[in-house]
């Protein structure tokens, strides 16, 4: 029977099992704890964690995952982005009959999953590649042409950002037209709206909340556009943050922004400058970025390293140099230099989510440890989620249940 262990405000869900992992120094993000399918670690990791983790949500089918991955040369990211192209495109035929003859809810089951594949196809592909974006328009229209085939709908809306806007997706709690409380949910350097959509949005909706998600600079499609990461994101957070209180759905003293990966530090940073937001969670902490990517294995790697990686994890760690404007892995950490928060400066209440295996890091445990102790607000805690119950990874995307259930039970306590 699991336990659930309080000490200095952590909590740590887990099972006794065989000794524990020896800490690792270095911060690999894509590193798991079992293999699901491929040898290629990033490969592995994008199928187990990405894919598999969606079906959870709708965002994909076991078996026309594992289909498409059957025909995958490992670690070729050419073959991964024409199976999951070529999958869409029979899913979206799909969806579209369904559409024409009235079957609504059969079309937006279809519809939503050939999006989240047309997604897929665009990892280990570089913004700058025009197929990049003719791909992500693709994806994008046919979550436009799903949402009203919700009740209510999820809507597709467009925030003004200097010379720019900033895509994202709304969904209210329900037809009442009363204010309901709010998780805006942040991603981080790979993300798109649409994945965020997928790792929580059903759970939000069951418990009643209004679900929001926004890009950012740096994310989805906006880096093709010239818009690429920058140290001072809670200025376009202050616009994200000004267009939900703007909603008369969204109860103002009920806004919780929940960030994973690098959102773990654009939320929390948001919420140091703007009082408004009144929750704020993370998978996981992120103290300062530039300390973490100068452990991550990608930004050290050596000459004969990079010679030796597979064109997938290559073109992955391409597209998340061009997601930050530099032009070689080494550059990622020198453009996180005085990307930081300060969790003293926090009056809203924080909840730390990370899994057993990423927090065996010691630079991952070690930005946990500093982020908890300095939040005023002593409902903070800290929360390892347990590999035994096959959630351990980067983001916890592999149990997307155990999130919902970790992230709201808290949040219900402090709304």
Same mark, same amino acid.
């Given at each position: 029977?699991?336990?659930?262990?309080?000490?200095?405000?952590?909590?740590?869900?887990?099972?006794?099992?065989?000794?524990?992992?020896?800490?690792?120094?270095?911060?690999?993000?894509?590193?798991?704890?079992?293999?699901?399918?491929?040898?290629?670690?990033?490969?592995?990791?994008?199928?187990?964690?990405?894919?598999?983790?969606?079906?959870?949500?709708?965002?994909?089918?076991?078996?026309?995952?594992?289909?498409?991955?059957?025909?995958?040369?490992?670690?070729?990211?050419?073959?991964?982005?024409?199976?999951?192209?070529?999958?869409?495109?029979?899913?979206?035929?799909?969806?579209?009959?369904?559409?024409?003859?009235?079957?609504?809810?059969?079309?937006?089951?279809?519809?939503?999953?050939?999006?989240?594949?047309?997604?897929?196809?665009?990892?280990?592909?570089?913004?700058?590649?025009?197929?990049?974006?003719?791909?992500?328009?693709?994806?994008? !229209?046919?979550?436009?042409? &799903?949402?009203? $085939? *919700?009740?209510?709908?999820?809507?597709? =809306?467009?925030?003004?950002? @200097?010379?720019?806007?900033?895509?994202?997706?709304?969904?209210?709690?329900?037809?009442?037209?009363?204010?309901?409380?709010?998780?805006?949910?942040?991603?981080?350097?790979?993300?798109?709206?649409?994945?965020?959509?997928?790792?929580?949005?059903?759970?939000?909706?069951?418990?009643?909340?209004?679900?929001?998600?926004?890009?950012?600079?740096?994310?989805?499609?906006?880096?093709?556009?010239?818009?690429?990461?920058?140290?001072?994101?809670?200025?376009?957070?202050?616009?994200?943050?000004?267009?939900?209180?703007?909603?008369?759905?969204?109860?103002?003293?009920?806004?919780?922004?929940?960030?994973?990966?690098?959102?773990?530090?654009?939320?929390?940073?948001?919420?140091?400058?703007?009082?408004?937001?009144?929750?704020?969670?993370?998978? !996981?902490?992120?103290?300062? &970025?530039?300390? $973490? *990517?100068?452990?991550?294995?990608?930004? =050290?790697?050596?000459?004969? @390293?990079?010679?030796?990686?597979?064109?997938?994890?290559?073109?992955?760690?391409?597209?998340?140099?061009?997601?930050?404007?530099?032009?070689?892995?080494?550059?990622?950490?020198?453009?996180?230099?005085?990307?930081?928060?300060?969790?003293?400066?926090?009056?809203?209440?924080?909840?730390?989510?990370?899994?057993?295996?990423?927090?065996?890091?010691?630079?991952?445990?070690?930005?946990?440890?500093?982020?908890?102790?300095?939040?005023?607000?002593?409902?903070?805690?800290?929360?390892?989620?347990?590999?035994?119950?096959?959630?351990?990874?980067?983001?916890?995307?592999?149990?997307?249940?155990?999130?919902?259930?970790?992230?709201?039970?808290?949040?219900?306590?402090?709304?």
């Amino acid at each position: 029977m699991k336990k659930y262990l309080f000490c200095l405000a952590v909590i740590v869900l887990a099972a006794a099992t065989s000794a524990p992992a020896e800490e690792e120094k270095a911060f690999d993000a894509h590193a798991t704890s079992f293999s699901y399918f491929f040898k290629d670690t990033d490969m592995d990791f994008h199928f187990g964690n990405l894919v598999l983790g969606a079906t959870r949500n709708g965002g994909a089918e076991i078996g026309e995952a594992f289909y498409a991955a059957s025909r995958i040369k490992d670690g070729d990211a050419a073959d991964w982005q024409r199976e999951w192209f070529d999958l869409a495109g029979r899913v979206e035929a799909r969806g579209l009959e369904s559409l024409a003859a009235g079957h609504k809810i059969s079309a937006r089951d279809q519809l939503l999953r050939a999006a989240y594949y047309y997604r897929l196809s665009l990892l280990a592909m570089l913004p700058s590649d025009p197929e990049f974006t003719a791909r992500g328009e693709k994806s994008r !229209a046919l979550m436009r042409k &799903a949402g009203p $085939l *919700f009740d209510p709908p999820l809507e597709y =809306v467009e925030i003004p950002f @200097e010379d720019t806007v900033l895509p994202g997706y709304f969904r209210k709690a329900d037809n009442s037209g009363k204010s309901a409380k709010t998780l805006l949910m942040i991603g981080g350097g790979e993300t798109f709206i649409e994945d965020l959509f997928f790792y929580i949005e059903p759970q939000a909706h069951a418990r009643g909340y209004n679900f929001m998600t926004v890009d950012l600079p740096g994310q989805g499609m906006l880096p093709a556009s010239g818009h690429v990461f920058r140290t001072d994101t809670f200025v376009p957070m202050k616009k994200v943050v000004d267009y939900a209180l703007s909603r008369p759905d969204v109860a103002p003293d009920k806004l919780a922004a929940f960030g994973i990966s690098g959102g773990g530090l654009f939320v929390p940073q948001a919420a140091m400058h703007d009082p408004r937001i009144k929750a704020v969670i993370m998978s !996981a902490a992120v103290v300062d &970025a530039h300390r $973490l *990517f100068a452990t991550m294995p990608a930004a =050290v790697a050596s000459k004969e @390293e990079e010679a030796a990686w597979t064109s997938f994890h290559a073109g992955i760690v391409k597209s998340i140099c061009e997601r930050y404007g530099v032009s070689a892995p080494e550059g990622l950490i020198e453009a996180n230099r005085g990307n930081t928060f300060d969790a003293s400066s926090i009056a809203a209440p924080a909840l730390l989510v990370v899994g057993e295996g990423e927090y065996r890091s010691e630079e991952v445990k070690s930005q946990q440890r500093t982020a908890l102790s300095g939040f005023p607000d002593k409902r903070g805690r800290l929360v390892v989620t347990p590999a035994d119950e096959g959630a351990t990874n980067h983001c916890i995307m592999e149990n997307r249940s155990l999130v919902g259930q970790v992230v709201f039970d808290w949040l219900d306590g402090i709304f």
